[in-house]
């Protein structure tokens, strides 16, 4: 979609220090439809999750991107210890209602959630006397933090910042979307291991270079929540679904999000400069060993802090 005036979010959000790029809290409402089945999303990659963080001795997780909570309560109902955190308080608050529905379970009662921002993390983040186990980036959150300056600054201040706040052997598990696949094809890959939402219409996908290199990537997400509304709502006898339900055939709803788009290989590179070139690091293509036949929608790097 190409506008006149070249926005990088939904009009109404706000753009001081990190942007929270859900601050209006339509991108955060309909995300909630554009995640769809939050337990079938969590199956996909439960499973690689748990194997992982027992790997590596892992029991106080840091979810440095916890948005409505759907990953942090995966790991809070496989039993680990979790503090969740996001920049968005529009998003958090299907968090902490979460935690609210479900505060008689002790794991939930627990569930520490804060904002905070992954350029001053250590000033909100109340880090543990060595370090939590494992920081979780995942959901392509990382992405949102934009190059603005044009040398990384930001990003490198974040990677750092994560760094920092994970124990000597624990380990960060990050994701970001082939962005490969989408420089070099215009469009994002046809399969999503983490939205698979019925009510996605559209994905509009732009590129903005600057001096010939592709700085940005936003996607517009075109949603039916209309369809969404009927399923949830009650149907009378003798009404047409409008009167019934008091939604039309099609609700369709827009949202705008923009991107850093990370190449593979610059941003493992990247990474095993913040952690070190004796690090342990292993990439993923969709939670799965890396495959030349068909292109991941995913990758996700695991990097060990060194001892």
Not at 215 to 238: F, H
Request: net charge negative.
């Amino acid at each position: 979609m190409v506008d006149s005036i070249f926005r990088t979010r939904s009009l109404g959000v706000a753009t001081e220090g990190l942007p929270d790029q859900y601050a209006d809290g339509v991108a955060a409402k309909v995300w909630e439809v554009y995640i769809g089945d939050k337990r079938s999303r969590t199956e996909t990659y439960k499973t690689f999750m748990n194997r992982l963080l027992h790997e590596y001795g892992c029991k106080h997780v840091l979810d440095v991107a916890c948005g409505t909570g759907v990953d942090s309560v995966m790991l809070l109902e496989l039993g680990y210890q979790v503090t969740s955190v996001d920049a968005s308080d529009k998003m958090l608050k299907y968090a902490l209602k979460e935690r609210w529905n479900r505060r008689k379970e002790e794991a939930f009662d627990k569930w520490v959630i804060e904002e905070a921002n992954w350029l001053t993390l250590a000033d909100d983040v109340e880090k543990p006397e060595d370090g939590y186990d494992a920081v979780i980036c995942l959901g392509n959150s990382f992405s949102h933090l934009q190059d603005f300056h044009g040398d990384l600054r930001d990003i490198k201040t974040a990677l750092k910042n994560f760094y920092e706040v994970i124990r000597p052997g624990g380990i960060l598990i990050i994701d970001h979307r082939n962005y490969d696949y989408i420089l070099d094809a215009g469009k994002t890959p046809a399969k999503n291991i983490y939205y698979n939402s019925k009510q996605i219409k559209d994905i509009k996908t732009s590129v903005l270079h600057v001096n010939g290199q592709a700085t940005m990537i936003t996607l517009d997400y075109i949603m039916d929540t209309g369809r969404q509304q009927r399923r949830s709502g009650d149907t009378n006898e003798g009404l047409s679904e409008t009167e019934a339900t008091g939604c039309p055939a099609t609700c369709l709803n827009h949202f705008r999000l923009s991107y850093h788009p990370h190449r593979l290989d610059q941003f493992t590179e990247l990474l095993d400069d913040i952690f070190g070139p004796d690090c342990k690091h292993r990439v993923y293509g969709d939670f799965k060993p890396v495959s030349d036949e068909e292109p991941a929608a995913f990758y996700v790097h695991v990097v060990q802090k060194i001892f």
